[in-house]
């Protein structure tokens, strides 16, 4: 006995060996053997933004594990999985891109948007392919004298984005390698359209194979300047047809068509990997999505749906989800807009888009959630005549006062981003009235817990995990971010 002993004592490594001699020297002076010490309770860290924009995504005093309850609970299940996340960001739109690359505090805008240290380290962007509504003029890729066409592409450029858009993405990969790009035209190139304009009109089906084959150089023209393209929608907001600037209808059926016929079969002999996703429009229309995404041909190269937020409730992805459990479902664009009393801007973006977007946008499957312009002016622009005019955005960038201001959006993504990185798994958690919430495993296999009190008084909550709890007392319209390390 004594031999077996040692000769195990001596197989294991010199500090539990020491310790189990000298566990082996009480047990042969007293007779007692003593329990091994009990593992500290982690600590949660915890940030914290009001409705009242006192306190922005600041730190709060750690909370413990302990022998908290007696609260409405929370109970968080990590055995329960659901999606992965790509990530979360903005659209770094041509007004955008012009905005922050010419301000005299770039360096600084960047640093706080994409750097997980030092800002809230945004890890996806929308990318626009030519000109939207928010852009300072009407482009595309491959624009010519009006009345000329240019079927085999021989004027295609994307020397537009080098001025602004570009330089601004190579840096945002550099401080988000893993940073995930979604792009989406809002109109084929003018002489591609049925009445000769980016402004209304509508792609022929005569010109899909050529609109196909812009698609694909555009993807190949990013990654060959650093920007690889993730995912791929065939058209914004098809269901829209824009009265003053780029837009162009397409009825369900014709982007299956351009899909299975065109645009699939054409990446694929690209060897590109670039995802497709059908529909890129609001939650109150799921039937567009479900007919793409049931299309035999269609299906063989669609990845997945997008959507808005300008109508409807999110619990549509869910029902998309449900009927074609293989689709990946992502929100592509939600913009924040002022409040008719601007005061309350900041308190009414934090509780709706955490409660609608970050929440429930998770909640109903959305792998990437994305807001609209990274920066705007202080006069909601530069926009297109037309469009929205009290948009705001994740910043807003005064270039002809060298000012800065960081919005309510910034703060929402914020409590998301910094947090809940690429590659995280959704897990199980029991929302409470009032206070909505979701939660993350990491791929560290830490967690996050993001809550929201959407109610106008305090309420205390018991978070429950492992057969552990904390109590925390959740101000009024707050929203707070937990986080812990694993097990």
Known sequence: MSDHRTRATALMPRGRRTAALVLSAIILSTGVALAPPAQAAPAVGIWLSTKDGQSKLARQPDAEFGSG??????????AT??????GFGAALTDSSAWLVNNSPRRDEIMSRLFDAENGIGLTALRQVVGASDFARSTYSYD???????????????????????????????ESAPELN????????????????????????????????????????????????????????????????????????????????????????????????????????????????????????????AAFHCYGGTPDAQSAVRDAHPDAEIHLTECSGTESSDPAATFGDTLTWQASNLIIGGTRNWAKSVLLWN??????????MDGACSDCTGVTTVDNNTGEVGYNAEYYVLGH????????????????????????????????????????????????????????????????????????
């Open 69 to 78: 309850g007696g609260n409405q609970t929370i109970t968080v299940d990590p």
């Open 81 to 86: 999985t659901y999606q992965a996340i790509d």
């Open 143 to 173: 624009d010519v004298p009006a009345g000329e066409s240019d079927y085999d592409l021989s004027q295609f450029s994307i020397a537009h984005d080098e001025a602004d858009i570009l330089p601004l993405l190579r840096r945002a990969k």
């Open 181 to 304: 790009v979604v792009a989406s035209p809002w109109s084929a190139p003018a002489w591609m359209k049925s009445n000769g304009s980016m402004v209304g009109g509508e792609l022929p089906a005569q010109n899909y194979q050529v609109f196909a084959d812009y698609l694909v150089r555009f993807v190949q023209a990013y990654e060959q300047a650093g920007v690889p393209v993730d995912s791929l929608t065939p058209q914004n907001e098809p269901l829209n047809d824009p009265p003053s600037y780029p837009g162009s209808p397409m009825a369900p059926d014709d982007q299956a068509a351009f899909i299975g016929n065109d645009l699939g079969p054409k990446l694929e002999q690209a060897g590109l990997d670039t995802k497709v996703l059908a529909y890129d429009h609001n939650w109150d229309d799921t039937d567009y999505p479900n007919r793409v995404l049931g299309d035999g041909n269609a299906a063989k190269y669609v990845d997945g």
């Open 374 to 383: 990274v920066a705007l002016d202080a006069d909601h622009g530069p926009v």
């Open 416 to 487: 998301a981003s910094k947090f809940v990185r690429p590659g995280a798994v959704r897990i199980g958690s029991n929302e409470l009235e009032g206070v909505h919430n979701v939660a993350f495993r990491n791929p560290d296999g830490s967690t996050a817990l993001i809550a929201l009190n959407s109610g106008g008084d305090e309420r205390p909550i018991t978070v429950s995990w492992q057969g552990r709890n904390f109590d925390y007392a959740l101000p009024a319209g707050a929203l707070a971010t937990f986080t812990w390390p694993p097990a």
